[in-house]
C-alpha cells in the first residue's frame, strides 16, 4: 500500500509538473504573441500619417458588408490625405476620405511633400456638353496616369484637346483620352455668358516718381499701372495665359465675359512690374528677348516668359518698316536664334514679332520653329478663329487715360 501511495502521490507530482509547465509554455507564447503583435501594430502606425505618399501602383478598395473589393487603382507617387482611425495589429487598410475608398497600408510611406494643386480651371466656362466615360476610367494630370475606376463617369466637359477632354473629378482637373471615351452629349451645364472677344493689352517700360530716365512713348509710370491693375482687380478680370487664349481662339476652351491677356515686351525694367502683379494678384506673359536679360531676373508665379527672340530684336536689316530681320535674313539663323531663344525659356510656344513685323516668310519661319500662337499690333481684340500667328494687341503709351483703357478692353 505504501509503494503504491508514493507512486499516485509521484504521478500526480509530474501532472502538477506538466500542468505548471504546460501553464508556463501557454503564457510565453501569449507574451511571444502580444510582442508580434505590438511589432506588427508599430509596424502598421509607423505607415500612418495625415498625409502619406503611394510607393507603388496599389489598389483601392470599397468596404462593403464588412469585405474590402476593388474599385480601382492609384499611380505610384500619388499624395493622399488619410483619415486618423485606431490602429491595431488586425489593420489591413487606411482610410482615404476624399476617395472615400481604402488602401494597403504597406503601399504607403509618410510625406511632407505638399500635394499640388490647380484651380485655375475654376475660373473656366465649363461645356454645355458632358462626356460619359467608358469602363474603366482612366485619368490623367500631366500625362501621367493617376487614377484608373472601376466604373463609368459621367460629367462636364472643362476644356477640349486634339486627343481627348479635361474635366473635374474630386475637385482636380484631370485628361481623359479619347479612346476612353464611350460617348459625348449636349448639356446645359451654364447659362454664363461666355468672352466673343478677349483684348490683349502691351506695355513696356516701367518707371516710377522721382526716376526720369525713361522718356519714350512706350514708358509708363506706376501709377499709371496700378490705376488700370486696380480696375481689373475691382473688376473681376480673369487674367490669361498665353495657353489658355491659344485655346480660346481654337474653340476648346470658354472663358468668363471678362477675360484679358497682360503682356509686356522686351525685358527692359520689367522686374519693375513684379511687385504690382503679385500686389494685384495678375498674370501677365513678358515677351523677353533672351539674350538681354536671365530670366531668373523675372521669377514669378504671375509672371509667364515667353519669346520676343534670342538676339534678333534689331532694326534697319531687311526693307520696310523698322526693318525687323525675321523679314529676310537666313532661314537657317532666324530657326537657330529662335531654337536659342524657345531652350532659353522652357521651350515656350508663344511668340511676340519684333516691331510687330512680319511677313508670309516670317510666318513660316515661326511656326517652323515650333510656336503655336504668336502676337504683333492692330489695336484689336483677339476672337476665336483668327488667324493664331497673328494675334492683335492693344498697345499702351504713357498718354493712355483709364477712361481709354476702360474702353479699350470692354
Same mark, same amino acid.
Given at each position: 500500500?505504501?509503494?503504491?501511495?508514493?507512486?499516485?502521490?509521484?504521478?500526480?507530482?509530474?501532472?502538477?509538473? $506538466?500542468?505548471?509547465?504546460?501553464?508556463?509554455?501557454?503564457?510565453?507564447?501569449?507574451?511571444?504573441?502580444?510582442?508580434?503583435?505590438?511589432?506588427?501594430?508599430?509596424?502598421?502606425?509607423?505607415?500612418?500619417?495625415?498625409?502619406?505618399?503611394?510607393?507603388?501602383?496599389?489598389?483601392?478598395?470599397?468596404?462593403?458588408?464588412?469585405?474590402?473589393?476593388?474599385?480601382?487603382?492609384?499611380?505610384?507617387?500619388?499624395?493622399?490625405?488619410?483619415?486618423?482611425?485606431?490602429?491595431?495589429?488586425?489593420?489591413?487598410?487606411?482610410?482615404?476620405?476624399?476617395?472615400?475608398?481604402?488602401?494597403?497600408?504597406?503601399?504607403?510611406?509618410?510625406?511632407?511633400?505638399?500635394?499640388?494643386?490647380?484651380?485655375?480651371?475654376?475660373?473656366?466656362?465649363?461645356?454645355?456638353?458632358?462626356?460619359?466615360?467608358?469602363?474603366?476610367?482612366?485619368?490623367?494630370?500631366?500625362?501621367?496616369?493617376?487614377?484608373?475606376?472601376?466604373?463609368?463617369?459621367?460629367?462636364?466637359?472643362?476644356?477640349?484637346?486634339?486627343?481627348?477632354?479635361?474635366?473635374?473629378?474630386?475637385?482636380?482637373?484631370?485628361?481623359?483620352?479619347?479612346?476612353?471615351?464611350?460617348?459625348?452629349?449636349?448639356?446645359?451645364?451654364?447659362?454664363?455668358?461666355?468672352?466673343?472677344?478677349?483684348?490683349?493689352? =502691351?506695355?513696356?517700360?516701367?518707371?516710377?516718381?522721382?526716376?526720369?530716365?525713361?522718356?519714350?512713348?512706350?514708358?509708363?509710370?506706376?501709377?499709371?499701372?496700378?490705376?488700370?491693375?486696380?480696375?481689373?482687380?475691382?473688376?473681376?478680370?480673369?487674367?490669361?495665359?498665353?495657353?489658355?487664349?491659344?485655346?480660346?481662339?481654337?474653340?476648346?476652351?470658354?472663358?468668363?465675359?471678362?477675360?484679358?491677356?497682360?503682356?509686356?515686351?522686351?525685358?527692359?525694367?520689367?522686374?519693375?512690374?513684379?511687385?504690382?502683379?503679385?500686389?494685384?494678384?495678375?498674370?501677365?506673359?513678358?515677351?523677353?528677348?533672351?539674350?538681354?536679360?536671365?530670366?531668373?531676373?523675372?521669377?514669378?508665379?504671375?509672371?509667364?516668359? $515667353?519669346?520676343?527672340?534670342?538676339?534678333?530684336?534689331?532694326?534697319?536689316?531687311?526693307?520696310?518698316?523698322?526693318?525687323?530681320?525675321?523679314?529676310?535674313?537666313?532661314?537657317?539663323?532666324?530657326? $537657330?536664334?529662335?531654337?536659342?531663344?524657345?531652350?532659353?525659356?522652357?521651350?515656350?510656344?508663344?511668340?511676340?514679332?519684333?516691331?510687330?513685323?512680319?511677313?508670309?516668310?516670317?510666318?513660316?519661319? =515661326?511656326?517652323? $520653329?515650333?510656336?503655336?500662337?504668336?502676337?504683333?499690333?492692330?489695336?484689336?481684340?483677339?476672337?476665336?478663329?483668327?488667324?493664331?500667328?497673328?494675334?492683335?494687341?492693344?498697345?499702351?503709351?504713357?498718354?493712355?487715360?483709364?477712361?481709354?483703357?476702360?474702353?479699350?478692353?470692354?
Amino acid at each position: 500500500m505504501k509503494k503504491i501511495k508514493w507512486i499516485i502521490i509521484g504521478i500526480l507530482i509530474i501532472v502538477i509538473i $506538466a500542468i505548471a509547465f504546460s501553464f508556463f509554455l501557454d503564457y510565453k507564447k501569449q507574451e511571444q504573441l502580444k510582442i508580434q503583435r505590438k511589432n506588427i501594430e508599430e509596424k502598421i502606425k509607423s505607415k500612418f500619417a495625415s498625409k502619406v505618399k503611394v510607393t507603388k501602383d496599389s489598389f483601392l478598395y470599397k468596404k462593403i458588408a464588412n469585405k474590402y473589393q476593388k474599385i480601382g487603382k492609384i499611380s505610384e507617387g500619388e499624395i493622399i490625405l488619410l483619415k486618423k482611425e485606431k490602429i491595431t495589429y488586425q489593420t489591413k487598410y487606411f482610410y482615404i476620405p476624399k476617395l472615400d475608398s481604402y488602401i494597403s497600408y504597406s503601399n504607403v510611406e509618410k510625406t511632407t511633400t505638399d500635394i499640388p494643386t490647380n484651380t485655375r480651371y475654376k475660373n473656366y466656362l465649363v461645356f454645355n456638353e458632358n462626356i460619359t466615360t467608358k469602363n474603366p476610367t482612366h485619368l490623367y494630370r500631366d500625362n501621367k496616369l493617376v487614377y484608373t475606376l472601376y466604373e463609368s463617369i459621367d460629367t462636364p466637359i472643362i476644356y477640349k484637346e486634339d486627343t481627348g477632354y479635361y474635366i473635374e473629378y474630386l475637385d482636380e482637373l484631370f485628361f481623359v483620352n479619347l479612346a476612353d471615351i464611350d460617348k459625348t452629349y449636349e448639356v446645359e451645364n451654364t447659362t454664363e455668358e461666355e468672352a466673343t472677344k478677349v483684348p490683349v493689352t =502691351v506695355y513696356h517700360f516701367i518707371y516710377f516718381d522721382g526716376d526720369n530716365t525713361c522718356n519714350e512713348l512706350i514708358c509708363h509710370k506706376d501709377t499709371q499701372i496700378r490705376e488700370q491693375f486696380n480696375y481689373l482687380k475691382e473688376n473681376d478680370y480673369f487674367t490669361l495665359t498665353t495657353t489658355e487664349l491659344r485655346l480660346f481662339i481654337e474653340g476648346k476652351l470658354r472663358l468668363p465675359k471678362k477675360s484679358i491677356l497682360v503682356t509686356i515686351d522686351d525685358g527692359a525694367r520689367a522686374e519693375k512690374f513684379i511687385p504690382l502683379l503679385e500686389e494685384y494678384q495678375i498674370n501677365a506673359t513678358l515677351f523677353l528677348i533672351s539674350s538681354w536679360y536671365p530670366t531668373e531676373k523675372f521669377a514669378s508665379p504671375y509672371m509667364e516668359i $515667353a519669346s520676343h527672340t534670342h538676339d534678333l530684336h534689331k532694326p534697319g536689316l531687311c526693307s520696310g518698316g523698322q526693318g525687323s530681320p525675321l523679314k529676310c535674313l537666313p532661314k537657317e539663323q532666324l530657326l $537657330a536664334d529662335l531654337k536659342t531663344s524657345r531652350e532659353t525659356l522652357n521651350n515656350t510656344e508663344a511668340f511676340c514679332f519684333p516691331f510687330y513685323e512680319y511677313n508670309d516668310y516670317a510666318l513660316d519661319i =515661326v511656326k517652323e $520653329a515650333g510656336f503655336k500662337i504668336a502676337f504683333i499690333g492692330g489695336m484689336q481684340k483677339a476672337t476665336k478663329g483668327i488667324n493664331l500667328l497673328k494675334v492683335p494687341r492693344i498697345s499702351m503709351n504713357r498718354y493712355t487715360t483709364l477712361n481709354e483703357y476702360i474702353n479699350y478692353i470692354n
